[in-house]
C-alpha cells in the first residue's frame, strides 16, 4: 500500500534518473486513475449522442452541473494527499492513515447535503444555467438520477488522496479500470438494451460510481487495522481536515466558475454549440487529467520530501516534472490535432456540429504545452500544502476569464472565441504560478504546515 518512509530529517536526494523513475511509477498508474472521471463523461457523451442533438445538448448542461458539484470538493483529494504525504515523510503512518480516515468521514457528510439540495432543485438549476426548451427535460432526468451518485465520488476522492498520500497509485488504477469498464457496459445495456435512454445512462454511472466506493473503503480500512487507526469520526479530525480543504475549495470554486462560465455562453449560443462544447470540454477534461497524472505524482512526492526536511529534493524533483509536463502537453496537442478525423465522428453524426467542433478542437490542441507547466506547478504547490496562494491566484484568473468570455456572443467570436479566451485563461495561470514558484516560499517543511 505504500513504500517505508525515510526517517524524519533523512535527506531524500536521489539522481535524475531517480526522479524520473519515482515520477513514473507514480504518474503512469495516477493517469489510469484519472481520466476515469473524463472518460466516464466521455462514454456518456458518446452513447447519448446517438440519441440525438437535443439528448446531447441536455447531457452537456447537466454533466457540467454534475462535474461541479464533485469538483469542487476535489480538496477531499487534494489536500488529504498533501497532508498524508507528510506524515509519510515524517515517519508516521497511522497519523497519516487517520488523517485519511477523517476525510472520508468529511465527504460522507458533504454527500449526504449535496444531494439533499440537488434532487429539489434540479429543475431550476438547469433553467438557470441556460438550457433551452427541448433540452432541459433531459437535462434534468439525467441531473436528479445523477445526483445519488455523489456521496460515492466524495468518498472516492477523499480516499483516492489517503492512497495518493502513501504512495500508491497503482490501487486507483484498478479501481478506475474497473469502474469504467462497469459505466461503459451498464450505460449500453440500460440505454439501448432496456430501452431507458438518457435516464438508462444515468442509472449506469451511479451503479458504477457506489461500486467503486466500496472498494476503496475496503482497502482504507484494511490499512487503518493494520496500522492501529481508528475507524471513529473524530469531531476535531473532521474539523481540521475541512479547514485544510477551505483554501482548495475557494480555488475550485474559481475553477469551476470559469468552467461553467464557458458552458452557460455556448448554451445561450446555439444547441448545435453547446452539443459541440459539450464534446470539446469532455476532451480537455481528458487531457487535463492526463497532464495532471504527472502533478498527482507531485503531490506526493513533495509532500514526503517536505515532511522529510528536504528543500533541495523537492526544488530537483519540480524542475524534473516541469520538463515532464511541458513534453507531455506537446505530444497531446499533436496527438490531438492528428486524432482528430478519428474521433470526432465517434460523438456525433450531426455535420454542422462536428464542424463547430473542428476549430475550437484545434484551439484546445495549441494551449496543451502551457497547460502542461500550469498543472505541473499547480500539483506541486497543492503538494507543499500552498493553499491560501492557490486561490487566491485563481480568483484573479476567474476576474480576468469572466469578462473577456460572456463578451464572445455580442463580439461574435462563437464557439472558437470562447475556447480562445480558455487559452487566455491558462496563460494567467502560468503567470500566477510561475511568480510563487520562484519565490521559494512554499517551500515549509515538517509533519504538518
Partial sequence: MTQAP???GTPLRPDRRRHDREIVALAVPAFGALVAEPLFVMVDSAIVGHLGTRELAGLGIAAALLTTAVSIFVFLAYATTAAVARRVGAGDLKAAIQQGMDGIWL??????????????????????????????????????ISSLGIPAMLMVLAATGVLRGLQDTRTPLYVAVGGFTANAGLNVSLVYGAGLGIAGSAWGTVIAQCAMAAVYVVVVVRGARRHGASLRPDAAGVRSSARAGAPLLVRTLSLRAVLLIATAVAARLSDVDIAAHQVVLSLWSLTSFALDAIAIAGQ???????????????????????????????????????????????????????DAMLPALLVVALVQPVAGIVFILDGVLMGAGDGVYLAGAMVVTLAVFAPVALAVPSLGGGLTGLWWAMGLMMLVRLLTLSLRMRSGRWLVTGATR
Fill in 300 to 354: 506526493a512526492i513533495i509532500g514526503r520530501y517536505l515532511g522529510a526536511d528536504d528543500t533541495a529534493g523537492a526544488r530537483q524533483v519540480c524542475r524534473r516534472m516541469i520538463l515532464w509536463g511541458v513534453l507531455a502537453g506537446v505530444a497531446i496537442g499533436a496527438l490531438i490535432v492528428a486524432a482528430r478525423p478519428l474521433f470526432i465522428p465517434l460523438f456525433t453524426g450531426d455535420p454542422t456540429v462536428r
Fill in 107 to 144: 465527504a460522507v457528510l458533504l454527500g449526504a447535503a449535496v444531494i439533499a439540495f440537488a434532487l429539489p432543485a434540479a429543475p431550476w438549476l438547469v433553467t438557470v444555467f441556460g438550457a433551452s426548451d427541448t433540452a432541459a427535460p433531459y437535462a434534468t432526468t439525467y441531473l436528479r
Fill in 6 to 8: 525515510a526517517a524524519p
